[in-house]
């Protein structure tokens, strides 16, 4: 059994940008997803976080193989799925499955919460043991739901239990990886720290992995073993959580981590922050060499030209920047 | 001395098919010159309703509002909510403004970012077109978007969501208001740009002495802007105090329970998170007694069910912290210590 359940080799994934009118020819591309290498272990947490914009829900999304990645490779669960056709990724898909951020437009507003789950069976053949409505009812308890308002439908629910009936949808084929592509972001901040902990039971219970996409970064602190970030379709750096947390290397973390608020005023108004001038480049037209340069505080003339190569700068811990911290 | 703003009893209710909507119950506050109120609240908790009404921007025809809302003048106290709409109108934009969480969709897609700053400022203000275009060029520097004269020409579309933001605040305060309600502005913006956007407006707060009232659900926010907080929960202020006694001494369960569910970049690694069961209440059928009462892990500690029972009163229960709860403070510390 190979160590990881995701490998991302070299991934790319590239958008054909259009301009306006019927008529319109590709102008060029977006660089959505530029060059992601990364991985996800067995019964890892690996958190995904950046700005809008900066591809995380493409990687998780091609991932999927919502996309069909422009290139690298895709290796999932030891084998490589990145060119396989839908035919032959229907069994692969019932061993991932995504969360979606909206719990509002990820459900069928015409299914019953019953049938919403259950076809998960329906689509790969599969009579799970006990029969489908048994099974059903057993995901809704596991996810904390009434196992008898199995014949509602998503509007009779609030947003923290839809966001649960998408958890129970996901589960109901015993994947072993799972993209969740901002999970709680929709909803409210007591409802969020329900969702998270429930996401943390099932980890333990099933063995789960989960590549957990999210711009909020004190979540992503609180769930992640791993955490990796993006600006502009590139990986900055990546690092177990606390190393990046307590010794972040690139200058893009820094800025992102110093401008999150922190639910302290004593240490909210105390510490010192960067704030980084401007806003996000276009991805159809990055800024040559590092694609930060443009708001870094430390860029010099070889940061305009030149590509930063990621190095390994501590164990585990990877970045690419000319000018570490 | 009284605060620039003075809101008392105010009750907004919107009668639907389903019942009537009590979106603010008996809801005061206040705030003066040169503070930052923070309003926060989750959704639906009555924070956005409370003040619209402030800034009579409902339907009056299908809304019952009850209460006051004094805004301290030089030239003498106007009530708000009692005052004639045209009253009201020629306050708004001058003496209080507000800006909105999604820039895009409060600003007109079909004129340049100058006109529609110009058109605020000729309201109150004689002057020709280009004078107005040069007031805008003025605010839009201000506000920090770089090639103002330039970009003034812009339309909305062409500037991003920071930028859009701040061409928003340069407009609410092209009359120098003394009142801003910023209703959730850096919910929509990403963090680099939220910190960007909230150093603004402290700085223009500094410089013109406004009065800022901060809607948000963001705790991290308020944590490093607010002066004052009022926390709302189903229509109601459940607490209102300084920005140290809510995140240091908070003497809600509600305020405490909303404290324990954000994750913290500060606090080391994962600790399970103390989430608060339940959901949030339908305004239109409020429980019965305190609105908190059937999420609250503390009201089987207060004798003969008075949870259920009466509303709490919000009481002082000392130096201006105000909280609306029937336990008694020292029980509740005790029971906090406990836990920990």
């Known amino acids: 059994m190979a160590e990881n359940i995701l490998e991302l080799h070299n991934l790319t994934k590239f958008f054909p940008a259009k301009a306006g009118g019927i008529f319109s020819r590709a102008k060029g591309e977006v660089r959505a997803v530029d060059g992601v290498n990364l991985t996800v272990a067995r019964g890892e947490t690996v958190g995904l976080v950046g700005e809008s914009g900066c591809g995380k829900t493409t990687v998780g999304r091609t991932v999927m193989k919502l996309y069909e990645p422009t290139a690298g490779r895709i290796i999932f669960d030891g084998e490589d799925i990145t060119n396989l056709k839908r035919q032959e990724m229907k069994p692969i898909r019932s061993k991932m499955q995504m969360i979606f951020q909206d719990p509002f437009s990820s459900l069928n507003p015409r299914h019953t919460v019953g049938t919403i789950i259950s076809s998960s069976y329906t689509i790969h053949g599969i009579e799970p043991e006990g029969g489908v409505e048994h099974s059903v009812r057993e995901l809704l308890t596991l996810v904390g739901l009434n196992p008898e308002h199995i014949n509602r439908f998503p509007h009779e629910f609030s947003g923290g239990q839809r966001q649960r009936i998408g958890i129970a949808r996901s589960l109901a084929l015993k994947p072993k990886l799972i993209v969740a592509d901002e999970p709680v972001s929709a909803l409210d901040v007591s409802i969020q720290a329900q969702v998270i902990n429930l996401l943390d039971d099932l980890q333990k219970e099933f063995g789960l992995s989960y590549l957990f996409v999210a711009h909020d970064l004190s979540i992503v602190q609180h769930i992640s073993d791993r955490v990796v970030v993006m600006y502009l379709g590139k990986v900055m750096e990546m690092a177990p959580t606390r190393t990046l947390f307590e010794n972040p290397r690139h200058p893009y973390t820094k800025a992102l981590l110093s401008a999150v608020p922190i639910a302290d005023p004593k240490i909210g108004r105390s510490r010192e922050r960067i704030i980084v001038q401007g806003d996000l480049p276009s991805p159809v037209n990055p800024p040559s060499g590092c694609v930060f340069n443009t708001r870094c505080w430390k860029a010099q003339d070889i940061c305009r030209t030149a590509v930063p190569e990621t190095i390994q700068i501590a164990p585990q811990q990877t970045v690419a920047c000319h000018f570490p911290e | ?340």
């Open chain 2, 1 to 340: 001395m009284s605060k620039f703003l003075e809101v008392t009893n105010l009750n907004v209710t919107f009668p639907t098919a389903d019942g009537d909507v009590h979106a603010s119950n008996e809801v005061s506050y206040s705030v003066g010159l040169g503070e930052t109120l923070a309003i926060v609240g989750e959704s639906g908790s009555g924070k956005s309703v409370s003040n619209l009404a402030v800034m009579g921007l409902h339907n009056v025809t299908r809304t019952k509002i009850t209460g006051s809302a004094i805004l301290n003048l030089s030239d003498g106290p106007v009530d708000l909510i009692s005052a004639s709409p045209e009253t009201v109108r020629r306050l708004r934009g001058k003496e209080m403004s507000m800006i909105f969480q999604d820039p895009m969709s409060a600003l007109h897609p079909f004129f340049s970012i100058g006109d529609q700053i110009a058109e605020a400022w000729h309201l109150y203000n004689k002057g020709s077109k280009s004078d107005g275009i040069k007031k805008a060029i003025e605010m839009l520097d201000l506000v920090g978007i770089p090639d103002a004269s330039v970009r003034v020409h812009d339309f909305p579309h062409q500037f991003s969501g920071g930028m859009r933001q701040r061409a928003m605040i340069a407009m609410a305060l092209v009359n120098n208001p003394s009142l801003l309600i910023a209703d959730e502005p850096t919910t929509a913006l990403d963090v680099t740009v939220q910190s960007q956007i909230l150093k603004l407006l402290k700085d223009l707060q500094n410089e013109f002495n406004m009065a800022i009232i901060l809607i948000t659900h963001d705790l991290g926010v308020v944590a490093e802007v607010a002066d004052r907080i009022c926390v709302m929960y189903g229509g109601r202020i459940v607490e209102d105090a300084s920005v140290e006694d809510i995140f240091y001494r908070p003497e809600h369960p509600y305020t405490l329970g909303l404290l324990n569910s954000v994750p913290r970049i500060t606090s080391g690694l994962s600790h399970r998170l103390r989430a608060i069961p339940g959901q949030p209440p339908s305004l239109i059928n409020l429980p019965s007694g305190c609105s908190f009462q059937p999420r609250c892990e503390y009201s089987s500690r207060v004798s003969s069910g008075a949870c259920t029972e009466s509303v709490p009163a919000l009481n002082d229960k000392g130096s201006g912290h105000l909280s609306r709860c029937h336990l008694d403070i020292a029980d509740l510390n005790d029971l906090v210590k406990d836990k920990a």
